[in-house]
Structures are given as C-alpha cells and as structure tokens.
C-alpha cells in the first residue's frame, strides 16, 4: 500500500511542478526556453539540496520529502529541455546558448552546495535546540 501512496504523492508533486515549469516560461516569454530553464534548473538546485539536507534526521515523512523532491522539484527542473534548448540554440546564438548552459551546469552545482549548507546548518540548529 505504502508504494501506491508514494506513486500517488510523485505523480501528484510532479505534476505541480510541471505545472509551475510551464507558467515560469510563459511567465518568462522566452521562446529558446534557455532562460526560463536555467532559472528552474538553478532555483530547483538549491531547493532539491537545501529540502535534502533538511530532511535528514528531521520529522518531515519520508512521503512528503519524496512528494517535494522526487515529485515537485522534479517536475520542476528539466536537464532534458535544458540538452534540447542548447542543440537547438546553438547554431543561432552560440556565444549565449554555451555561457547559459555554464551557468546552468556550474550555477547549479554552487546553488546545490549553498542549499546543502543552508539545510544543514538548519538541521544542525534543529538538534540543538532540543
């Protein structure tokens, strides 16, 4: 019962933030997808990490970390739009389409470690003050 429940809560976050994906880059107006991309990859990396780290040791249920991460942040970011967009861009604008996906791709690993940090230093408080 308990994977029918996880399926459920993946499909659910998943789709959410598909969803929120979506009305980022209509928000955006961006029709290469590059920068609303990069702005999900960047964001979703550090709040995949910082939900990670956090989650360690912490009250949250392992359904709802598996919701958020696997599910909503999940269907947020999107390396595979990010791969697409940089093929498709790159023969117009390949100066901008190479330095977004290094920002993509180094942006997202500094962003990682910052929300890794952060979650941490906030679990590490969380355990003090009990």
């Keep these: 019962m308990k994977i029918i429940r996880n399926i459920v809560v993946v499909f659910l976050g998943g789709a959410?933030?598909?969803?929120a994906r979506y009305g980022l880059n209509q928000l955006v107006g961006?029709?290469?997808n590059l920068v609303g991309t990069?702005?999900?990859?960047?964001?979703?990396?550090?709040?995949?990490?910082?939900l990670t780290a956090y989650a360690v040791d912490s009250?949250?249920?392992?359904?709802?970390?598996l919701g958020l991460g696997t599910g909503l942040i999940g269907g947020y970011t999107t390396f595979s739009t990010l791969m697409l967009a940089t093929v498709t861009n790159i023969d117009q604008a390949p100066s901008r389409t190479l330095g977004l996906l290094l920002v993509n791709l180094i942006g997202g690993a500094l962003l990682a470690g910052?929300?890794?940090?952060?979650?941490?230093?906030?679990?590490?408080?969380?355990?003090g003050s009990r």
């Design 38 to 50: 990069t702005i999900e990859n960047l964001s979703g990396s550090f709040l995949l990490a910082l």
């Design 114 to 127: 910052l929300g890794y940090y952060l979650g941490d230093r906030a679990t590490i408080q969380r355990e």
């Design 30 to 32: 961006d029709p290469t």
């Design 16 to 19: 959410l933030g598909g969803m």
């Design 59 to 65: 009250d949250l249920s392992d359904t709802l970390v």
